[in-house]
């Protein structure tokens, strides 16, 4: 069984540039929820994708904006990018349908905006 | 506004002795509650979690404690091992997007077992 795999690991991009980060979602698997971990905090909710349509949106500009491909795999596009982007950018997948379905996290993206 | 918060951003503990880590929520719509662990370099794992319909849930070495009117959580874990020195993050969810939660997340704290 494969987990939930990220790319790049890392990433460095300049004030006003786009970014594309991708994840994989667990075998299996059929939604996943993306979130930001800025430095000495906790992971905050951005989106989550479910049938390949956004479900449920946090507290994030529209310039944050995501895919979800058949194959259960996602995409976060972030455009305009602002020096506060700096985080750490974690997907997760989970396979709705449990009653508390267990989200599982991959290794995240390390995103530096200069 | 930091709904779910994590006060100690710390914690040191000899091996063997309990470590207790706390939570602290303030949305009383919550009604489910989990502790995830991180390496670094790794995502959040998974440890344990709780209904709010229960005030306690074990599973082996680590236990989670939930006391509502406090709006209060903690996780337990005895004994403690060098291996669980990590950062555990308290997380609430409320709501259900056709689902799948969206989890809120508490800020962590540093947890280091000491031989």
Redesign the interface.
């Given at each position: 069984e494969t987990g939930?795999t990220q790319s790049p690991t890392h990433l460095i991009k300049t004030r006003g540039q786009q970014v594309t980060l991708r994840c994989s979602s667990q075998s299996g698997h059929n939604?996943v929820?993306w979130?930001q971990q800025a430095l000495?905090?906790?992971?905050?909710?951005i989106f989550?994708y479910?049938r390949e349509e956004e479900?449920?949106r946090?507290n994030f500009p529209p310039r944050f904006s995501g895919l979800q491909f058949p194959n259960y795999s996602s995409e976060l596009n972030v455009n305009a990018l602002e020096l506060d982007d700096s985080a750490l950018y974690?997907c997760?997948s989970?396979l709705?349908?449990l009653a508390?379905?267990?989200?599982?996290?991959?290794?995240?993206t390390r995103l530096t905006v200069l | 506004d930091q709904q779910v918060k994590q006060n100690s951003p710390s914690l040191s503990v000899q091996e063997g002795r309990i470590s207790i880590l706390n939570c602290d929520y303030t949305n009383s719509m919550f009604d489910y509650f989990l502790w995830y662990k991180k390496y670094p370099a790794e995502g959040p794992t998974f440890l344990i979690s709780i209904s709010s319909i229960k005030d306690k849930n074990e599973d082996g070495r680590f236990t989670v404690f939930l006391n509502k009117s406090a709006k209060h959580l903690s996780l337990h874990i005895v004994p403690s091992q060098p291996g669980d020195s990590a950062v555990y993050f308290c997380a609430a969810s409320a709501e259900r997007i056709q689902g799948a939660q969206k989890l809120v997340f508490g800020q962590g704290t540093r947890l280091t077992i000491n031989p």
């Amino acid at each position: 069984e494969t987990g939930v795999t990220q790319s790049p690991t890392h990433l460095i991009k300049t004030r006003g540039q786009q970014v594309t980060l991708r994840c994989s979602s667990q075998s299996g698997h059929n939604t996943v929820s993306w979130y930001q971990q800025a430095l000495g905090q906790g992971p905050q909710f951005i989106f989550q994708y479910y049938r390949e349509e956004e479900n449920g949106r946090g507290n994030f500009p529209p310039r944050f904006s995501g895919l979800q491909f058949p194959n259960y795999s996602s995409e976060l596009n972030v455009n305009a990018l602002e020096l506060d982007d700096s985080a750490l950018y974690l997907c997760a997948s989970s396979l709705v349908g449990l009653a508390y379905n267990e989200q599982f996290f991959g290794p995240g993206t390390r995103l530096t905006v200069l | 506004d930091q709904q779910v918060k994590q006060n100690s951003p710390s914690l040191s503990v000899q091996e063997g002795r309990i470590s207790i880590l706390n939570c602290d929520y303030t949305n009383s719509m919550f009604d489910y509650f989990l502790w995830y662990k991180k390496y670094p370099a790794e995502g959040p794992t998974f440890l344990i979690s709780i209904s709010s319909i229960k005030d306690k849930n074990e599973d082996g070495r680590f236990t989670v404690f939930l006391n509502k009117s406090a709006k209060h959580l903690s996780l337990h874990i005895v004994p403690s091992q060098p291996g669980d020195s990590a950062v555990y993050f308290c997380a609430a969810s409320a709501e259900r997007i056709q689902g799948a939660q969206k989890l809120v997340f508490g800020q962590g704290t540093r947890l280091t077992i000491n031989p």
